[in-house]
Each structure stands twice: as structure tokens, then as C-alpha cells.
């Protein structure tokens, strides 16, 4: 039952968007539907699942590994199906708007736009090395592809930019997969822990690897490509790949770091990727500062956001893993809101200079709110998801005595509040002139709806942290386990 | 020196053609070759460190460099059609003319 | 039915605002009626629910709220005796600001926006009365911060976006000094309620120097609202802001948070006896009188009316830190009295500032000249603010710096009567001269920028600020009374020094 739903969520949505390619274009809205809304309902199983037993292993067509397809079902691969689908869905109730089925660039994007969803939920649950690599390529290929779906010059340089780092990046990651092999004849995630000793090759191996994971999660100093790619990619692209894309690289680092490498004396390494993070959040914060247009504020936002997930490496401890998993989840939903409630201030003012956007909350007050409710997750105030991960941070830091991490963790707040309040400044500015009205093309409103969701979701995290705590707690690597 | 370590040595030499070809070519056409090269050497590692199990050799790593064949030149279809479309819109093929990102207004 | 009612009336207390103001931020700026009506309905109906939740206190029970936020941590809503007084005030003054809002801004843009942030500041203010651990009362207190801003820069001025910036920086930086010291103190204790007396004394031994720099810590955190020196630059920049914020900034919610998480820290967290013991108290004490010293200095060096009456605010917040800094039961009774006793006398001087502003465009006090002939019912209400800060009985002034004097000198402070001595005249010199000019000097024969309004609309501002003075008036007078303020600081003091 449970291997039947885990097939079903990740082959539903490419057999439809393999349908969407050949069957008639008046299908197209019918198919949208039948790719994504049975979704939510098939992951209960799963859910059930890994409430009743913990974790559950799927081989795929009765072929184990290291030929056949190997998935891994535990509380942390749950968690991030979730993700996966709610945020994918709420975007899609935007995409439904900013790509509608009656018009042309929607047979390009929804084809796109569900091959990356698939790919992403058989990432997540991929056991085997091999696997990740081909799921990789699909998520990568698949994101770039809709980067540059509508044509426009600068977004089809960044797509061309990403495009090149990414291949780079898939390299070294395959090189480190072939290295590992030819050590231990093994690809299983789970299992090559058993036959590896932590040798100069394998180190090395296991560096490539995680470079390349590093590249495609752009991780300060890695990040070059992000900023043009989310600032330049159509709203909900921007949203999915801030969201969603760049973390599940975080995310396999994670396992190959805590379960595949879990008991290597790791600790300068650790503290290293933790620098990296913290570079990441000044840097990102301080480069959002001083950009003149919205979504490259937003986009830089995340190169900072992204280094809280290093502080997991240095920390390493099950406040720290309960941490960064919040942050992922809380980040996720505030991230996609501002992406999401940008596009629709984009669309209306048809621009997104800050200079042109004073006075902005009078006539597009949802997105503005929604706007003004995701950055509070983001600068980590009280009450939101973000508050509550920057707590169990401090909390984390604090039991293990880290106070350089402790610090950091309460003061980079204060940057995100720089670089926000500067957007919200703006926007309660008054306007010099009067907006020119002809120009008024008000996104429908439910757009603005899936924007207020994604944010009114970042703020009931803070209040609703539980579940997903719990969750964490039943997946830790088993290095970690309380 | 026996055969593994002549492939070895082979790979590394077209990895660095790879490298260099990548950052010092403009054209993208050019850095997509170097990358299609880099990928290229890292297949020939893969089935090369793989040794061969009981005499016969070792199917797996051939299977996996295959499917990554298979990878690289849909990426690399993918990555041309892209190209193209650069050209198509902005009348030419390389990066070189991005002043910054976010110029566009 | 009980115990419903004990769990849930303290989060609807908040939970009534915060929807209000969501409701007008939802209904536009068109819909004015729908917006006087529900502010208005939302004002009256949290005093109502003050008065019930008051009910049941002095009935004998205590009506909390608790929910887990991270397991093993609780945001706790409880009403106790000092929680209770803190949001009398709130609800009062808020009912009494509402009023005198509405017809303030009668005519201005973006109204929509003004109301929806100003019914979420009063959720914030009641969430920090009500807060019943210092974790919760962190989160109100950083929503507050948020709710504010946009109030502050409400008028979208140049100079408003920068006065706004300042004050951002001044309140999200003491709020990372307080979440560290948050953190660092429940790392040591654990999560703790506020209970009376303190609950940290165990600690002393082992964590000595710990709890002190915590402490220092939570109180610059907390100093930066209640505008102590050299954190309250932001509170005469935030001037610029409509008068209502300004009375509200300065009565009830910005100020009044700092100062009322003070008395919090020292008397629930800490407890006087450890403040005292860490030697804390002597520190407090100083910044506490030195600011009561410099506000009064500054104010006087003042043209700009607004800007005067903002430095002696942070002149008279320090009275209430004063009074739980020197110890001992009768400063704290005059500390936490001035909590109330402040709020109610500002409110009156802002009320008039605002009405003398937006009505003759009087902005400097050499334009107050004859006021008290043109607008007689405003200066009253002004002249009763005035007497009261300066500390003349029977306003309410005087009660609170009489209980401070004799706090002072019953645990052997002789100086703090030499401060609040000085502190007097100063008050004199920078509120007599003022008062003078309304009443003694000519008019002029034009006012700088006189308006034209509707009766109504005079009668709601100038009714706001003659309540105000009634209420500031009452309370010294009424002193006595088993209901005042007085005998329930009495009461809640009776607890920290049994």
C-alpha cells in the first residue's frame, strides 16, 4: 500500500505532464488538477506509515540495489514531502493566474512546473547515491527550464549561468559517486557507512560530493548564480526554487553528512561549512541592502536565509537538527509569500524598482501585507516559524556552550530587519507623483490569496511547532539520536 | 604503469582540458564542449577504478556510466536549445554582455 | 463553564483587538463608518472585559491562557494584580485615545492603515500586561516594536521614514540583548512563570555572575523602551508622528512596556532581595536618577512643544524605575503608581499639544501666547497635566513622588530626595513658564495656521483630554479609595515584601 502511494506521488505528476504534451490543449486545465490535487490525499499513507513504523524502505520493481531503485521513507524524507506539496501546491493556486491554461507559455510551463515537483518528491526519498544524482539532474534541468520559460533576455542568461554551474556542479558530484564505488562497491546511503573507512579518498570522495551539493544550493561563496536566477525567473518559479529547490540540496547534504559519513571526526569540517553559513547570512543580508529592485532583494534573502542550514553542521545536536528542519519549513513558506506577493506587485506596477514602488500598500494592500508577514518570519521576530527556529538555535547554541554561534544567530536578525524594513519604508512612503493608473493591471486576487497563505502559514508556525518537532525528533541520524 | 592507472591519468588530463576550456572560452558553445569533456573524463574514472569482480568486470559502474551518457546529452540538447534562444533574442552567444544581474527594466 | 471562562478570557482580551484591526485593514479605507463603529465597539468592549477579568480576580481566581509553543514552552497569559493594572490603563486610555483619534484624523489619507496598526498595538500592549512568563512577554514586546512602526512613520515624511529608522534601531537592537539574556537565563532556570518575589534566589550561588550580566542584559533590553539614558534618543525623534501616537507612545504603550518589564524583572524574575544582593539595585538606581535629572535638562533647553513634553517623559518614566530601584516597599508603591499616574498626566499634556498643533498650527511655545483665552476647556485640561508633573497635590503627580520621597528616605536613600527635589523645580521651570504664556500673555492676532473644523469634531478632541484630566484628577483626590490606584499598588507591593 504504502510502496503503491510512494510510486503514485512521484509517477502521477510526470505521467501527466507527459499527457500534457501530447493530448489536446483543452485538457490542460483538467490535467493541472489530476497531476497535483490527488496529491495531498495519496501522502497520508506514507504518513500513516511512518507513524505506525518509523521508516519503511521501497525496492522499486523488485530490483535492490546498486541496480534497482531504492526509496527510503523516514520522518525526515515525510517532512520534506510535505513541504514539498503544500508549498507546491499554494504556488500552484498563483501559477493557476500568472500561467493560465488558456494561454500560450502555459503548455511550456505546466509540463515544467510538474516534472520538477516529481523529481523533487523522488529526490527526497531516494536511498541510493546514484538515484540522487539522476533526481538531481531532473530537479536542476527542470528548474532552469522554467527560469527561461518566458523568453525574456536576462532570465535566459541566468537560466544559461545556472545551467553551466549546475553541470559543473552534477560532475563533481558524480565523480565522488564513482570514487565511492570503486571503494566499496556499494551506493546504498544507508549502507556504505558500513564499508568505508574515513581515508584520504574517501574524504576526498565525500568533499566532491558535498562541492557540488554546495554549488547547487548556493552556499556563500558557491552562490554566484542564485541572485540573477530567482530575481529574474517569472513569480512562481522565483517562489518553488528559493523555496524548495536550493534546500533539497541542503537536504542531501544532510544525509550524506549525519547518516552516510555520521560517525567521521568531522568537527574542523563542521566548523568550516558553519563559517560558510555565517558568511552566507552577512554577506546575502548585506548584499540585499543595497539592491534597487525587490526580487533581488528577495533573492540575496536567500542566499542569507540558506547559511542558517550550515549552523546544523557545527551544532550538530537534536535542538540544532529540530532547528534547521524549522527554519527549512518556516523559511520555505515565508520565502515563496514574499516571492509570490513580489510577482504580483511586478505585475501590477510593471516594475520592481524600489523607486517606483512608494505608496504601494494603498493600492495592493494584500500583497503588501503579505509581504510585511512573511518578512517578520524572516527577520525571526516573535510570533512566526522563523522566531521559533531562531529560538531553537539560540537553544542549541546555548546547551553546547557555542556562544560565537549564539550571537550571530540573535544578531543577523537585525540585518534581515535592515534590509526589509528598507522595503517597507518605501512602500509607506508617499508617492511624489500619483501611480499612473494606465498601467493598472491588477493581479486577480486570488493570486494575492496564495500569497497571504504561504505568509499567514509562516506566522501559525510559530505557534504550531509540535508536529513537525516531533517528527524531527523521530528521524534523527543515528549519530544523533537523544 | 598497468591500464587502470593509464586511464587515471587520462582522466585527469581531459578533467583539465575541461577546466580550462570552461573558463577561459566566451563562447558558450565552446564552454558547453568543456563540460561535455569534464564529463567525459569522469566516465572513463568510473568504469575505470571500478576493477573487475572474479575476472568478469564489474556491471554496475558500466550501467551507471551509461545512464549518465544518457544525462549529459539531454543536458547538453537542453543547454543548446537555450543557447540558441539566447541568440535568438539578445544576438549572441555568450554571458559576456551581462552587466550585473537585474539590468533589465 | 468556570474554568472556560478562566482559560479564555485572558486571550481574548488580545485576541479582540488583533481582530479588530485585522477587520479594518480587510474592510479599506472607504468604509469609515464600519471603521468608527468597530474601533469604538473594540474600545468599549476590552473595558468591559478589563472590568470582568477584574471581577474575577478580586473574586478569588486567576484567569490563565497557557499553550505550548516549543514543547517544554509555554506562552502564558495570566491576569494578576500588576498585569491587571497595567491594562486598566491600557483599556482606559485606549477607549479615551480612540475618541480622540478619530476626530484627530478626520481628514488625513491612509486611515485604514493608522486604525489597523493601532488596534494591533493595543493587542501587543495587552499581551505584555497579561504576559505571565518572560518569554511571552518577549514576543508582545517585539510585536510591539513591529506594530508601532508603522504609526511612527504614519505621515510617510522623509523625516518620518528616518525618525521611524532610529527608532527600529534602537528597539530591534535592546530586543537581541533581551532574547541572549532570555536565553541565557533559561538555560540556567529553565522556563519560569513570573511568580512574586522572584524565583532566581536558588541560583545565587552557582550562577553569580551569570544572573548579573543577564540582568544587565534584560534591563538594557527593556531600558531602550522605557527610554532611559543613553538609550532614548529614538522616543523625541518618534515626534513626528500624529499626536495620538505620540500620546500613546508615551502614555500607555512604548514607554510603559519598558518600564512595566522592568518592575517585572525585579520583582517576578529577580526579586528585590537578589536585585539588591547581585548589587544591581545601585546601578539601576543611578541610570534611573541621572535620566530623571538629564530629561528634566533637556526639556527645558526645548522650543519645540512636542519635543519638550517628549524629554519629560523621559524624565518621568524614570520615576517609575526609580521606585523599584531604591527598594523597600513604599518606593516600590510609588514607582508602580507612577505607572499609572504618568500615563494618565501625559496623555492630557499630548491631547492638548495635538489639539494647540492641528487647530492654530501651534508648533513652538512662543506661539502658545493667549491660547488659555482662545481655547479655555484645552488649557485647563493642559494646565492639570502640567500640575501634576510638576507634583502638585492634588493631581495625581504628587501622590507618586511623595511615596518615592518617603521609599527613599525609610531604606536610609536620603539623596533620592535631592533628586526628586531638583527634579521638581526643574519641572517648575520648564511647565510654569509655558502655563504662563497661556494665561497671562496677549493673543496674537493671527494663529500660525488656525482650521476651520466641525463642532463635533472640537467637542471629541477637547471632550478626550478633559477626561483624561478628570481621571488624573481623580485618582490623587480619590487616592484613598479601595479601588485607586494607590491601594492596588498596596496590594500588589503587599506580595513582593511580605
Not at chain 3, 509555554?74 to 500588576?82: C, E, G, I, K, P
Amino acid at each position: 500500500m504504502t510502496t503503491e502511494a510512494l510510486a503514485l506521488i512521484v509517477f502521477v505528476p510526470l505521467l501527466v505532464a507527459a499527457g500534457m504534451v501530447v493530448l489536446p490543449r483543452s485538457w490542460l486545465g483538467l490535467l493541472i488538477r489530476i497531476g497535483l490535487l490527488p496529491l495531498p490525499f495519496l501522502l497520508l499513507i506514507p504518513t500513516m506509515e511512518v507513524v505506525d513504523n518509523g521508516a519503511y524502505r521501497v525496492v522499486l520493481a523488485g530490483h535492490d540495489s546498486p541496480l534497482g531503485i531504492v526509496w527510503l521513507l523516514d520522518p525526515l524524507s515525510l517532512l520534506m514531502l510535505w513541504l514539498n506539496v503544500g508549498i507546491t501546491l499554494l504556488v500552484s493556486l498563483h501559477a493557476s493566474f500568472s500561467f493560465p491554461p488558456s494561454d500560450q507559455p502555459a503548455r511550456r510551463f505546466w509540463p515544467l512546473w510538474l516534472i520538477l515537483f516529481a523529481s523533487m518528491n523522488a529526490l527526497v526519498l531516494s536511498a541510493d547515491l546514484f538515484n540522487i544524482y539522476v533526481t538531481l539532474e531532473l530537479v536542476t534541468l527542470a528548474a532552469i527550464g522554467l527560469i527561461a520559460v518566458e523568453g525574456k533576455p536576462a532570465a535566459l542568461r541566468a537560466a544559461m549561468r545556472y545551467l553551466l554551474l549546475a553541470l559543473m556542479a552534477s560532475l563533481l558530484y558524480l565523480l565522488g559517486v564513482g570514487l565511492i564505488y570503486g571503494q566499496t562497491g556499494v551506493l546504498d546511503l544507508y549502507l556504505i557507512a558500513e564499508h568505508l573507512e574515513p581515508a584520504w579518498l574517501t574524504i576526498t570522495a565525500l568533499a566532491l560530493m558535498i562541492v557540488g551539493l554546495l554549488i547547487k544550493s548556493a552556499i556563500f561563496p558557491l552562490h554566484a548564480w542564485l541572485p540573477a536566477a530567482h530575481g529574474n525567473a517569472p513569480g512562481p518559479v522565483s517562489a518553488i526554487l528559493s523555496a524548495m529547490v536550493v534546500k533539497v540540496s541542503v537536504y542531501i547534504i544532510w544525509r550524506l553528512w549525519f547518516w552516510t559519513a555520521g560517525d567521521w571526526d568531522l568537527d574542523s569540517a563542521a566548523t568550516l561549512m558553519g563559517i560558510l553559513g555565517g558568511l552566507a547570512i552577512v554577506y546575502g543580508s548585506v548584499a540585499a541592502l543595497v539592491q534597487q529592485r525587490l526580487k533581488m532583494i528577495i533573492a540575496y534573502s536567500t542566499v542569507a536565509q540558506l547559511g542558517y542550514l550550515m549552523l546544523l553542521f557545527p551544532l550538530a545536536s537534536t535542538l540544532a537538527f529540530q532547528a534547521a528542519s524549522y527554519h527549512l519549513v518556516s523559511h520555505g513558506m515565508a520565502k515563496a509569500a514574499m516571492f509570490l506577493a513580489a510577482a504580483n506587485i511586478l505585475r501590477s506596477v510593471g516594475s520592481d524598482r524600489l523607486s517606483r514602488l512608494a505608496g504601494i500598500d494603498q493600492r495592493l494592500p494584500l500583497d503588501v501585507f503579505a509581504l510585511a508577514l512573511a518578512g517578520v518570519s524572516i527577520m525571526g521576530l516573535p510570533p512566526s516559524g522563523g522566531f521559533l527556529a531562531k529560538w531553537l538555535f539560540l537553544e542549541a547554541a546555548r546547551e553546547q556552550e557555542a556562544w560565537g554561534w549564539l550571537v550571530l544567530v540573535a544578531a543577523s536578525g537585525l540585518l534581515a530587519a535592515a534590509y526589509l524594513f528598507r522595503v517597507l519604508a518605501v512602500m509607506c512612503l508617499h508617492p511624489r507623483r500619483r501611480l499612473r493608473s494606465d498601467r493598472r493591471r491588477r493581479a486577480p486576487n486570488l493570486a494575492s490569496v496564495a500569497a497571504i497563505l504561504l505568509a499567514v502559514g509562516a506566522i501559525v508556525a510559530g505557534f504550531a511547532s509540535a508536529p513537525v518537532l516531533d517528527l524531527v525528533a523521530a528521524g534523527l541520524p543515528p549519530g544523533l539520536a537523544p | 604503469m598497468d591500464n587502470a592507472a593509464l586511464y587515471v591519468l587520462a582522466a585527469a588530463v581531459l578533467f583539465g582540458v575541461g577546466v580550462y576550456g570552461l573558463i577561459v572560452s566566451a563562447h558558450l558553445m565552446r564552454k558547453l564542449f568543456a563540460i561535455n569533456i569534464m564529463g567525459n573524463a569522469i566516465f572513463i574514472l568510473m568504469v575505470a577504478v571500478a576493477g573487475p569482480i572474479d575476472g568478469a568486470p564489474d556491471p554496475v559502474p558500466q550501467a551507471l556510466v551509461l545512464t549518465g551518457i544518457v544525462i549529459a546529452v539531454s543536458a547538453t540538447a537542453f543547454a543548446l536549445a537555450l543557447m540558441v534562444r539566447l541568440y535568438q533574442e539578445t544576438g549572441r552567444a555568450t554571458l559576456a554582455d551581462d552587466n550585473g544581474p537585474g539590468n533589465d527594466d | 463553564m468556570m474554568d472556560l471562562l478562566l482559560f479564555w478570557t485572558p486571550l481574548l482580551l488580545v485576541v479582540v483587538s488583533a481582530l479588530t484591526g485585522i477587520v479594518i485593514f480587510i474592510a479599506g479605507e472607504r468604509k469609515a463608518r464600519l471603521r468608527i463603529i468597530l474601533n469604538l465597539l473594540a474600545a468599549v468592549l476590552k473595558v468591559l472585559m478589563v472590568v470582568l477579568i477584574g471581577l474575577l480576580v478580586l473574586a478569588g481566581h486567576t484567569p490563565e491562557f497557557r499553550i505550548s509553543l516549543v514543547p517544554g514552552l509555554d506562552l502564558v497569559l495570566r491576569a494578576d494584580a500588576l498585569s491587571l493594572l497595567f491594562a486598566t490603563l491600557s483599556a482606559v486610555l485606549w477607549l479615551v485615545t480612540t475618541v480622540y483619534a478619530i476626530a484627530y484624523l478626520e481628514r488625513s489619507p491612509n486611515r485604514a492603515r493608522f486604525f489597523g496598526f493601532f488596534s494591533l498595538c493595543v493587542a501587543a500592549t495587552m499581551g505584555i500586561s497579561l504576559a505571565g512568563n518572560l518569554l511571552t512577554f518577549f514576543i508582545f514586546y517585539e510585536l510591539l516594536t513591529l506594530t508601532t512602526w508603522p504609526l511612527v512613520v504614519h505621515t510617510g515624511t522623509a523625516t518620518a521614514i528616518r525618525s521611524g529608522r532610529t527608532y527600529l534601531r534602537y528597539t530591534l537592537s535592546g530586543g537581541v540583548l533581551f532574547l541572549i539574556g532570555l536565553i541565557w537565563l533559561y538555560g540556567i532556570t529553565g522556563p519560569q512563570d513570573f511568580i512574586a518575589g522572584g524565583t532566581l534566589a536558588e541560583h545565587d550561588l552557582d550562577h553569580r555572575l551569570s544572573l548579573q550580566i543577564i540582568f544587565v542584559l534584560l534591563a538594557v533590553g527593556m531600558g531602550v523602551k522605557a527610554a532611559i539614558y543613553p538609550l532614548h534618543r529614538w522616543l523625541p525623534e518618534a515626534m513626528v508622528a500624529p499626536a495620538p501616537v505620540s500620546a500613546l507612545l508615551h502614555a500607555v504603550a512604548v514607554v510603559k512596556a519598558g518600564a512595566f518589564g522592568l518592575v517585572r524583572l525585579v520583582e517576578d524574575v529577580y526579586g528585590p532581595e537578589l536585585v539588591a544582593g547581585l548589587g544591581m539595585d545601585l546601578p539601576l538606581l543611578l541610570a534611573a536618577a541621572f535620566t530623571i535629572l538629564y530629561g528634566s535638562v533637556q526639556a527645558l533647553r526645548q522650543v519645540d512643544l512636542k519635543k519638550r513634553l517628549a524629554f519629560s517623559t523621559v524624565s518621568q518614566v524614570s520615576y517609575i524605575v526609580l521606585g523599584i530601584a531604591v527598594g523597600g516597599p513604599l518606593a516600590t508603591i510609588g514607582g508602580i503608581v507612577h505607572l499609572v499616574h504618568q500615563g494618565l498626566m501625559k496623555i492630557i499634556l499630548f491631547f492638548c499639544a495635538g489639539i494647540f498643533g492641528n487647530l492654530l498650527g501651534i508648533k513652538y511655545i512662543h506661539q502658545l501666547d493667549g491660547v488659555g483665552r482662545r481655547m479655555p476647556w484645552a488649557s485647563a485640561c493642559f494646565t492639570v497635566g502640567a500640575l501634576g508633573m510638576i507634583g502638585l497635590p492634588p493631581v495625581a503627580g504628587f501622590v507618586s513622588k511623595w511615596y518615592l520621597g518617603a521609599g527613599a528616605v525609610a531604606v536610609g536613600r536620603e539623596w533620592v530626595v535631592a533628586v526628586l527635589v531638583t527634579s521638581t523645580v526643574l519641572n517648575a521651570s520648564y511647565f510654569l513658564p509655558v502655563l504662563k504664556r497661556i494665561w497671562l500673555n496677549p493673543p496674537p492676532d493671527q494663529w500660525p495656521d488656525e482650521v476651520q473644523v466641525s463642532r463635533i469634531e472640537i467637542q471629541a478632541l477637547v471632550g478626550s483630554a478633559m477626561v483624561a484630566a478628570l481621571l488624573a484628577l481623580g485618582v490623587g483626590l480619590l487616592a484613598g479609595h479601595p479601588l485607586s490606584p494607590l491601594s492596588w499598588a498596596t496590594a500588589i507591593v503587599t506580595e513582593y515584601f511580605p
